[in-house]
Nanobody
Framework: QVQLVESGGGLVQPGGSLTLSCAAS????????MGWYRQAPGKERELVAT??????TNYADSVKGRFTISRDNKNTLYLQMNSLKPEDTAVYYC???????????????WGQGTLVTVSS
């Protein structure tokens, strides 16, 4: 069973930066879409950014110009977050749709989440 493991969360001051990573437990051969979602306390989970298997990206309006999604050629998805605001505070989750790995093919996989807190 493939797993997605997020890391890189933590406490940062407003205006600061963080880079989140999402590592798959196997080697990624392909996928439909991978993305980052977040869920703030008392709110529903929302889309932050996605990247297709062909490299097309999409961002929520609230993070455009501040966040960048990318991936390497092996098994890791990234989210570079700059100019962080208190309203970016949330648990950030990694997601993969139609993930093809050396461990098998999966319709949808979620990570366990990593907490980002933006506060002075």
């Amino acid at each position: 069973q493939v797993q997605l493991v997020e890391s890189g969360g933590g406490l940062v001051q407003p205006g600061g930066s963080l880079t989140l990573s999402c590592a798959a437990s196997g080697r990624i051969f392909g996928f439909n879409v991978m993305g980052w979602y977040r869920q703030a306390p008392g709110k529903e989970r929302e889309l932050v950014a996605t990247i297709t298997g062909r490299g097309s990206t999409n961002y929520a309006d609230s993070v455009k110009g501040r966040f960048t999604i990318s991936r390497d050629n092996k098994n890791t998805l990234y989210l570079q977050m700059n100019s962080l605001k208190p309203e970016d505070t949330a648990v950030y989750y990694c997601n993969a749709d139609r993930l093809i790995t050396n461990l098998g093919t999966y319709l949808e996989v979620w990570g366990q989440g990593t907490l980002v807190t933006v506060s002075s």
